[in-house]
């Protein structure tokens, strides 16, 4: 045995893993080699200890043109020739490292990962969650990945049209940063990420090799690091301008019709996109290190290796058209070299002029060991669900005290503070922008609109990890029926903590199963996806927190809906409920339970069958143009909603009922698959039949009007009270 | 009329600008390289929004020795209509077709929103279509908006006229509050002396059709299409 166990630890492999190394190669690793199997048998490249359960996700549907993993991200068709490509990822351990950097460098990856199969980009959303904003390193974090997303997303002309941010202490000192993108290729423009066919050329575009993000994959992604040890030379470094240039380029080569495959070099840089590269088509490959264009002398093979430096892909051509493709770059003054050739021996040769560095079967680095932990359930759980919310006593607060505490909480409160720093609008596709339920993009050239959203709420999927799952994808697809999207496909990045420990591993897998369930139950696919392990700080792990990115077809882009309320005298109704309820079971999971009586506690629940009805019930009444606003009635409950729709539509409501009872739980709880509307009162028969004909209840609470929010006997705020609580909120609470 | 899109390698509002002349207003229109010098047969150039070279020196800063920008100097010279929108208005003014400089916004954050202007000289070839003090509505989207010249310069734009839009309230007043970037007098677009080169921070081109949520950027672009034809 020669090798230490620090050497080990450095890339995150276990003395057992390199044991199993050393067996299947039956000799022991270079240095570079056992480099290289540290990246690719890394959690965040082998996907260790979740491709088991990614397994039962489901991934078929007549629309998806590609199985999920064959692919940089995955694809679906829209009709009209055209196809959506999407894939969502996170960026939370070199976030919390260096957040402008680590954020910045998330959004050029996933941006890579849709380029590459061919696509344009046509939109970033962001999912973040931080720690509360009263401690001022949450809000440098905060403040410093806003800016970083700002910075790279607005340079490379693509919009950021949405997301979501929460805020708790789970993820103090573990922020979790998750970008997605979404890109549109006509279908016969698709280019894959096989690479094959002997004497085919390896050609690395882009930035030149530089010694930043080494072990990014093994060591920042794929362990947790509670010691002081300095961490920043794993976090890469930028350069937006560039990663402009080469989306032109690469787009510009796609179309000369000569390129065979592509990839871009992400995790584990150079390894990991020539060795999945191959393996795809189960051919090898040789390549010359010493052609890499370098940005400093002395690097050594394991440095150029396992270098994550941004902004490069590796493209695959006929030696044929080497010369017309290479030209295209040339125009765009972008740098590329000949790095080498598939072969068809199944092994990866990485040599440096004349010495060979590493020689490896591309079956073993792409066959890690997969790891299925015995789940059990945290102790936490006995409490948190034992909670009697029956007993808990109505706040001497005012309703009004209350609601507008709720506004201004940063969960809740309005986002133009982050959105105004995105360019949301480029490429002027945008119709709805951020700050709806979901964002609509148009398609040129069609009648079509997609709708896009991020969700995930890790409060509900602490308390209970398999309904959290569930209402995780129930309420992406609640956002998308809002604004009258179809559901047809998902994209998910699953932030947890440490896999090894049962009560983590027991949080993955209810979440996926309850994930799975969702799916099948509103038959979707899930194309795409990442997985972040190892969110903990000094041991405590993140709340579970799986985050879904969910695309939405509107076949008209006519039919659809926004959240504010327009006309006066228009009525509101609850879809999904057939009165405003006062069960107290509501409150589980609630931001109110939180902000208000100190818990994070409760059972969250749904029906998913419901769930089902009422979104198809609101595509449909949108469909038919009865609803004048449509909005998801979600975190701070039924109160909430119904004031963020006064405020985006500066118009008040009035309510038509009286609420008795437990006013708390009737305001502010949290009962999933509701939705409130507004119509003409001539369009309330309509609405009703149709409703009747989807099995789903609703009820009519009130009217649009006045200059208040009012509920008699409860309350009544001034519009612009509730504005100045909801718009101002996050910027005061920067300070 | 026929649009020339100027086109440097971190432009991005290159295929907006592109769609609005083509499909939106149904006139010619074709990129031009900043590599190339060729701008025969065009009536109007056009400088999208964009980080023309990222943008890490000043904005526009190298962009300004882009083997193109000879030609649209000259062009400028022969009176053809220039508009730099953006990122083009910076590289305008950067190659001295306009005078002033661009710098940081003074609450130093990109701003993305709808913003108010008020035309403060409809006499210009690229707002002959609106009246005097009329407001647009129209989006903003830069980091480094907030217009500067010296006392001298400032006096003669004034004195020429050549301050075309001003950052106003809806109602047309120009306040502090109304104005997203700390532009010197709340200055959003001005003309050189001639009249025939615009630079203006505002997109119009994001502004041409009702889905997008206001068409009033189709004056400016109908105002230069009245002018050539």
Same mark, same amino acid.
């Given at each position: ?6 050497? @080990? ?15 299947? $190669? ?13 990246s690719m048998w890394s959690e965040h490249c082998g996907y260790k200890h979740s491709k088991l359960l990614l397994r039962q996700l489901p991934s078929s549907s007549?629309r998806m043109l590609v199985l999920p993993g064959e692919e940089n991200a995955g694809v679906v068709d829209i009709?009209?020739? $055209?196809a959506v490509v999407m894939k969502i990822e996170s960026h939370n351990h070199p976030s ?6 680590g954020a910045?460098t998330g959004v050029g990856g996933i941006v890579r990962d849709i380029f590459a199969m061919?696509a344009?980009p046509i939109a970033l959303l962001n999912s973040l969650r931080?720690?509360? @904003?009263?401690?001022?390193? &949450? ?14 997303? &607005? ?6 049209v949405g997301g979501e941010?929460s ?7 573990n922020p979790l940063v998750n970008a997605m993108c979404v890109g549109l290729v006509?279908?016969?423009?698709m280019?894959r990420a096989k ?8 050609? =690395? ?11 990014g994959a093994?060591?920042l992604a794929s ?9 920043? /030379?794993?976090?890469?470094?930028? &350069? ?23 990839q871009d070099l992400g995790a584990a840089?150079?390894?990991s996109t020539?060795?999945e590269s191959?393996a795809r ?40 058209? +080497? ?43 792409t066959?890690p060991?997969l790891y299925r932990v ?14 009697? =919310?029956?007993?808990? /006593? ?34 002027? &596709?945008?119709?709805?922008? /951020?700050?709806?339920?979901a964002a ?10 997609i709708a896009l959203t991020t969700d995930g709420n890790g409060?509900y999927c602490?308390?209970?990890p398999f309904?959290g799952g569930i209402i995780a994808v129930a309420e992406a697809c609640?956002n998308l029926?809002?604004?009258?999207? +179809?559901p047809i496909a998902l994209t998910d990045c699953l932030n947890f903590g440490n896999p090894?420990?049962?009560?983590v591993y027991?949080q993955l897998e209810q979440c996926v199963d309850g994930m799975t369930k969702a799916c099948q139950e509103m038959d979707l696919p899930v194309i795409s996806g990442n997985v972040s392990l190892y969110n ?5 792990a993140i709340w579970p927190t799986p985050v879904i990115g969910a695309l939405g077809l ?19 109704? =609850? ?11 509501? =409150? ?101 039949? $149709? ?19 009012? $509920? ?18 996050? +910027?005061?609470?920067?300070? | ?64 020795? *882009?083997?193109?920008?000879?030609? %649209? ?17 910076? %590289? ?15 609450? #130093? ?21 609106? *009246? ?23 006096? *003669? ?16 007043? %120009? ?7 700390? *532009? ?5 677009? %001005? #003309? ?38």
């Amino acid at each position: 045995m020669s090798v230490s166990k620090e050497t @080990l630890d450095e890339i995150a492999l276990s003395q057992m893993e390199y044991e199993a190394i050393v067996e299947r $190669l039956g000799r022991e690793p270079t240095s570079v080699e056992l480099g290289m199997f540290g990246s690719m048998w890394s959690e965040h490249c082998g996907y260790k200890h979740s491709k088991l359960l990614l397994r039962q996700l489901p991934s078929s549907s007549p629309r998806m043109l590609v199985l999920p993993g064959e692919e940089n991200a995955g694809v679906v068709d829209i009709g009209d020739g $055209l196809a959506v490509v999407m894939k969502i990822e996170s960026h939370n351990h070199p976030s919390a490292v260096e957040p402008f950097q680590g954020a910045a460098t998330g959004v050029g990856g996933i941006v890579r990962d849709i380029f590459a199969m061919g696509a344009r980009p046509i939109a970033l959303l962001n999912s973040l969650r931080f720690g509360p @904003l009263d401690e001022v390193q &949450n809000r440098n974090l905060f403040r410093g990945v806003v800016a970083g997303i700002s910075w790279y997303g &607005n340079c490379i002309g693509v919009p950021d049209v949405g997301g979501e941010v929460s805020f708790s202490s789970s993820y103090s000192g573990n922020p979790l940063v998750n970008a997605m993108c979404v890109g549109l290729v006509e279908k016969g423009g698709m280019v894959r990420a096989k690479a094959s066919g002997r004497g085919n050329l390896l050609i =690395l575009v882009g930035a030149d090799t530089g010694r930043d993000g080494i072990h990014g994959a093994s060591g920042l992604a794929s362990r947790t690091f509670e010691d002081e040890r300095e961490m920043r /030379p794993t976090v890469q470094v930028g &350069n937006p301008f560039l990663e402009k240039v080469l989306i032109e380029a690469c787009l510009e080569a796609v179309a000369t019709g000569y390129i065979l495959a592509m990839q871009d070099l992400g995790a584990a840089g150079l390894t990991s996109t020539v060795v999945e590269s191959v393996a795809r088509s189960g051919s090898g490959a040789r390549i010359d290190i010493g052609k890499v264009l370098r940005r400093e002398d002395g690097m050594t093979a394991y440095e150029i290796m396992l270098s994550e430096s941004q902004e490069r892909m590796l493209v695959v051509v006929s030696a044929e058209h +080497e010369k017309a493709v290479r030209h295209v770059f040339d125009k765009w003054d972008v740098e590329s070299i000949i790095l080498g050739e598939i072969t068809e021996d199944g092994m990866v040769s990485v040599y440096d002029g004349d010495t060979m560095e590493a020689c490896l079967p591309v079956d073993v680095l792409t066959d890690p060991p997969l790891y299925r932990v015995h789940g059990v359930p945290p102790a936490y759980l006995e409490e948190t669900q034992s909670i009697d =919310l029956a007993a808990l /006593p109505i706040p001497t607060e005012t309703p009004e005290s209350i609601l507008l505490r709720l506004l201004s909480f940063p969960d809740i409160a309005g986002k133009e503070w982050i959105f105004r720093q995105y360019d949301h609008q480029v490429q002027t &596709n945008t119709l709805q922008a /951020p700050g709806g339920d979901a964002a609509v993009l148009r398609i040129k050239g069609t009648g079509k609109s997609i709708a896009l959203t991020t969700d995930g709420n890790g409060r509900y999927c602490y308390l209970d990890p398999f309904v959290g799952g569930i209402i995780a994808v129930a309420e992406a697809c609640r956002n998308l029926a809002c604004v009258g999207a +179809e559901p047809i496909a998902l994209t998910d990045c699953l932030n947890f903590g440490n896999p090894e420990r049962p009560e983590v591993y027991y949080q993955l897998e209810q979440c996926v199963d309850g994930m799975t369930k969702a799916c099948q139950e509103m038959d979707l696919p899930v194309i795409s996806g990442n997985v972040s392990l190892y969110n903990e700080t000094r041991g405590v792990a993140i709340w579970p927190t799986p985050v879904i990115g969910a695309l939405g077809l509107i076949e008209d882009s006519g039919k659809q809906c926004t959240i504010a309320f327009k006309d006066e005298g228009d009525v509101v109704v =609850l879809l999904g409920a057939s009165d405003v309820s006062d069960d107290v079971q509501s =409150l589980s999971g609630s931001v109110y339970l939180e902000i208000v009586h100190g818990k994070v506690a409760g059972v969250p629940y749904i029906d998913l069958a419901l769930e089902v009805s009422v979104q198809r019930l609101c595509r449909r009444a949108i469909y038919d143009g009865l609803l004048h606003s449509a909005h998801d009635c979600a975190d701070g409950g039924l109160a909430v909603c119904l004031t963020e729709s006064c405020v985006t539509g500066a118009v008040g409501f009035i309510a038509g009922l009286t609420i008795n009872g437990r006013w708390d739980a009737a305001l502010f709880g949290e009962a999933q698959s509701r939705i409130v509307v507004s119509l003409s009162a001539d369009a309330l028969p309509a609405l009703e039949k $149709l409703a009747a004909e989807h099995g789903v209840p609703l009820v009519q609470i009130g009217s649009v009007g006045g200059a208040t929010f009012s $509920l008699p006997g409860l309350l009544d705020v001034a519009l612009d009270d509730l504005e100045v609580a909801w718009k101002g909120a996050l +910027e005061k609470a920067l300070g | 009329m026929k649009f020339g899109i100027v086109v440097f390698p971190g432009t991005w509002s290159d295929g907006d600008c592109y769609h609005v002349a083509k499909t939106v207003l149904g006139q010619d229109a074709r990129y031009v390289w900043h590599k190339d010098r060729d701008v025969s047969g065009l009536d109007c150039l056009v400088l999208p929004g964009g980080f023309s070279y990222g943008d890490y020196l000043r904005t526009g800063a190298i962009a300004r020795f *882009s083997p193109v920008m000879e030609e %649209i100097d000259s062009f400028a010279n022969r009176g053809g209509l220039v508009i730099g929108i953006c990122n083009g208005f910076q %590289i305008l003014c950067e190659a001295g077709l306009l005078p002033g400089v661009l710098t940081r916004n003074h609450n #130093v954050q990109f701003r993305c929103q709808w913003v108010d202007l008020r035309v403060e000289n409809p006499n210009t070839s690229f707002t002959s279509g609106c *009246s005097q003090g009329q407001v647009l509505r129209i989006p903003i989207s830069h980091g480094e908006g907030n217009y500067y010249a010296d006392p001298d310069t400032l006096a *003669s734009l004034i004195a020429k006229d050549q301050i075309a839009f001003r950052y106003s309230t809806p109602q047309g007043e %120009i306040t502090a509050d109304a104005n997203p970037n700390g *532009s010197l007098e709340n200055i959003a677009g %001005i #003309v050189n002396d001639r009249g025939n080169v615009l630079g203006m921070m505002p997109h119009p081109e994001r502004c041409c059709e009702d889905a997008l949520g206001g068409t009033d950027g189709r004056i400016i672009f109908e105002s230069m299409m009245q002018v050539v034809a």
